[in-house]
């Protein structure tokens, strides 16, 4: 089995440095030539199924890569981790490393724990591959989701620093199981 998970482009929020968490944002011109150019790197790849969080900017990414050949699922196991009262505020009041303590396992201000991430995904994972083991199957989520299973695919200790990879707009990796 084959998974390919994918950031969704940039949104305006994004650009601005802002918390969007749950916030149903849109992608903004830049996100969508992102899509396009992460497009034609996917073309040649034949995916059995998309899954994709129900937010707009992941299901708008999920289209313009493979909208037009791939039956997409929407899955709310995909959608963005929950970043309470600290949504819609500057990046720069979120304390990151506190955020991705799997030890600490943080929830202040009603922002989603760590762990209860990583469990949310591995439901998610546990699932796919029971269901599609010999399919290649894309995944278009958010940072939170795309970082956390990057970790839980490649059976990384969860006590370490999980911050290691750049979850950056259209990131893109493909992980054989």
């Known amino acids: 089995m084959k998974i390919t998970l994918v950031r969704h482009g940039q949104t305006d929020s994004n650009y601005n ?5 749950r916030t149903n944002n849109q992608l ?17 790849i034949n995916f059995s199924f998309c899954y994709m969080s129900p937010l707009i900017r992941t299901v708008e990414t999920a289209f313009i890569l493979v909208g037009d050949y791939v039956e997409t699922f929407p899955d ?13 505020k500057s990046r720069e009041e979120y304390d990151v490393k506190k955020y991705w303590d799997y030890d600490l396992n943080c929830s202040d201000y009603g922002v989603e724990s760590i762990q209860d991430l990583f469990t949310r995904c ?24 795309i970082r956390a299973m990057h970790h839980l695919l490649h059976h990384n200790d969860l006590y370490a620093n999980l911050l290691d990879v750049d979850i950056s707009n259209c990131y893109c990796e493909t992980i054989e199981l």
């Open 17 to 21: 440095n802002v918390l969007q968490g």
């Open 28 to 44: 903004n011109d830049i996100g969508r030539m992102q899509c396009q150019q992460l497009r034609k790197q996917l073309k040649n």
């Open 76 to 88: 709310v196991r995909l959608i963005e981790r929950d970043m309470g009262f600290l949504e819609g």
């Open 122 to 145: 591995q439901n998610f994972l546990d699932y796919v591959v029971k269901k599609h083991s010999e399919e290649h199957i894309l995944v278009v989520s958010h940072g939170a989701i």
